[in-house]
């Protein structure tokens, strides 16, 4: 069962079909972080099933809607291979980052063959399995945490070329959690035309915060 409603897939590029496998597999996995941190109420979700996996999705409207608006607001970008990173970040209650979940993108941008959604599929499938059995991801967040999704650009949009998208995005303090940090690996791909790596990173146990 799939999370979003996306046109329909014909006639796209390459690089048009493997991001919007891309943003489907981005949403239900970003359902499932959130759930699993347990920020909310475990009735503001409900089960689906996806890719044959057993997955969490919000059901309250105005947290539905923000993951889902915000990844298809990321799908031209996606595609163009302009969004290097997708993050999902944890604050503490002083706003101070404590957790972050990456997605490292990659599409080939020279890729014509073509794309085989069943084979794409399958490898992200892998990542939803490692995250519902990674017993780091479901460490419980302190009271009072909050999260947001976060896109890291290889280059900034313009507003020229990309139109109306370009103004859903604003700039972020590139500065913010620029010391040391530890990374921990969870899964990654590279089928074809995508590469995906999922890792978290947290602050170093040296690191002040600021």
Request: charged share 25%; net charge neutral; proline share 7%.
């Amino acid at each position: 069962m799939r999370f979003l409603g996306l046109m329909d897939r014909k006639n796209q590029s390459p690089q048009g079909q493997t991001a919007q496998v891309v943003v489907d597999f981005l949403e239900v996995a970003i359902n499932c972080i959130v759930f699993l941190k347990g920020l909310y109420p475990t009735r503001a979700f409900e089960r689906r099933r996806y890719m044959n996996v057993v997955v969490n999705k919000a059901r309250h409207p105005q947290l539905a809607n923000y993951i889902h608006s915000s990844l298809f607001a990321l799908l031209p970008y996606i595609e163009k291979g302009l969004a290097e990173r997708v993050v999902v970040i944890f604050y503490d209650q002083d706003h101070v980052p404590m957790e972050k979940f990456v997605f490292k993108l990659t599409i080939d941008q020279s890729y014509q063959s073509s794309v085989s959604e069943t084979e794409l599929e399958f490898a992200l499938r892998a990542f939803l399995v490692k995250l519902n059995a990674a017993e780091p991801i479901a460490k419980p967040l302190p009271s009072g945490a909050n999260w947001e999704i976060t896109a890291y650009f290889r280059e900034l949009p313009s507003r020229e070329n990309d139109g109306e998208e370009a103004k859903l995005w604003v700039p972020t303090d590139t500065k913010q959690w620029m010391q040391p940090r530890n990374i921990t690996p969870i899964k990654s791909m590279d089928s074809n035309p995508l590469k995906v790596q999922l890792y978290m990173e947290h602050p170093s146990l040296t690191e002040p915060k600021v």
